[in-house]
């Protein structure tokens, strides 16, 4: 057995079967070993940035790993904007990239690039494989480095010499260390602030966000009466259904101060304390208020759900509490259609045990907060700001989770960027509905002309915000890369077309024009 093949017995045993590829000569060997080792998938990506946005995708469903397999430096450099996403989301992954073999590197060939360098800002884990016997364990060292909690990208630079030498045999993944459980000292120091009953906000991400989480949280603030905000841009969040529906911090500082305020103490469970995205000429980072008290109740890689589970019993809480009325599913529009009416549709109709992937933008506001009505979901958001993310995203969830309808809530100049996902979507079969918000703009970023204080943007001002000119042609785009597309411009229609994709299994695309 070569080490190619050592290296994907490995993964295999230690159940990380999926590869998101986009291969060249240097990875050729692990190419092959992807058919020497049974029940390996390889699913071929047309980007590199489809290939590791999948990977993030499928490892906030599974919580596991999926590999990715990269072609040296360049090809690694393409994916490395979805791999900054995915080290925000603190998910598993495992990049395998190949290099040349060893003794080739000295000659400077045309693909030789420095790929630690590449590497290293987006890797909790990285290493470069220096034998071929050492590499099925150099493997097994990344897929344990992915899975400690809270999770983080292992990078695994593998020489083609490494690759095509005579191995041992697959090495066996030790196991990961499970999450830290929080101390008692610490719950207790949270439980007494909230008990003063001082004006406090528990501000829940990461892990917060799963349902154990999120009930324990509710009973929380039934019995210390404090507000509860969830993070902007979460990696997985469990809503709809019976569950609390929390206020999402907003995204603009402004309203992200003043959701924040009053607040004495801030407790944090499951992520860091609320920092604006973008600083602005005020100088201020931070949202929450200066003089309110920091506290710490799990970091991630804590045991969030159980701190979260001890403070409640702690505060003697009741096993169920419930501080608000859940609120209703929207009813269908009517109308033109609008983000509002595009919300309020999805919301609407969206089926039960939906894995809702939004990048939406500006588009996405009115559902962010009528999602909390609709049947219980997953949903996936853009953790790490940046674009291009949501169709992958979607592709890689739909692979982790074949049962389950995904929907792609995508902003038509976020979609631009990887909307070659599309045709691994039908390449694959994946059960994506896809909607693209066709506002045919960077709606965003004219908003921050606008307060920037630009009242009349310029000629390159708008030329560089404006997506029209022509008017990219979604339902063709989709029908190129082998996905079934519709055009929507009314609520009606909408519905009428969100339905019947619903309906049928496999990929299909509605442009809504807004
Ligand atoms: C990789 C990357 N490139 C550029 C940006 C800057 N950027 C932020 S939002 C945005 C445009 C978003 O437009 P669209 O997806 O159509 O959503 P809209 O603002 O219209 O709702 C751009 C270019 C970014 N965040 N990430």
Known sequence: MNGAEALLRTASGAGVDVCFANPGTTEMQLVAALDAVPGMRAVLGLFEGVCTGAADGYARMLRKPALTVLHLGPGFANGIANLHNARRARVPIVNLIGDHAS?????????????????????????????????????????????????????????????????????????????AAVSEAVVADVATALASREPAVLFLGGEALGERALRAAERIAAASGCRVLTETFYTRQERGGDLPAFTRLPYFPEQAREALAPCRHL??????????FFGYPDGRSRLAPDDARRLVLASPGDDVAGALEALAERLGAPARASVAPLPARPARPSGPLDPARLGQAIAALQPEGAIVVDEAATSGLAYAALSAGARRHTALALTGGAIGQGLPCATGAAVACPDRKV?????????????????????????????????????????????????????????LTDLSHPDLDWVALARGLGVPGRRADSAEAFCEAFERALAERGPALIEAVL
């Not at 060939?109 to 890797?123: G, H, K, N, T």
């Not at 990887?418 to 691994?424: F, G, I, S, Y």
């Open 407 to 463: 929907i792609a809530f995508q902003a038509d100049g976020s979609g631009m960027y990887t909307a070659q996902a599309l045709w691994t979507m039908a390449r694959e079969s994946l059960d994506v509905t896809v909607v693209i918000c066709s506002n045919r703009a960077y709606r965003i970023l004219q908003a921050e002309l606008s307060r920037a204080g630009i009242a009349e943007p310029g000629v390159n001002a708008r030329t």
């Open 103 to 179: 003794w080739h590197l000295p000659y400077d060939a045309p693909l030789s690039s420095d790929i630690e360098s590449l590497a290293r800002p987006v890797s909790g884990w990285l290493r470069s494989s220096a034998s071929a016997k050492e590499l099925a364990r150099d493997g097994a060292d990344a897929i344990r480095a992915a899975l400690t909690p809270p999770g983080q990208i292992a990078t695994l630079i593998v020489p083609q010499d490494c690759a095509w030498d005579v191995a041992e045999g697959p090495a066996r993944v030790a196991p990961a260390p499970a999450p």
């Open 267 to 276: 407790v944090v469970a499951g992520t860091r304390e609320p920092i604006g």
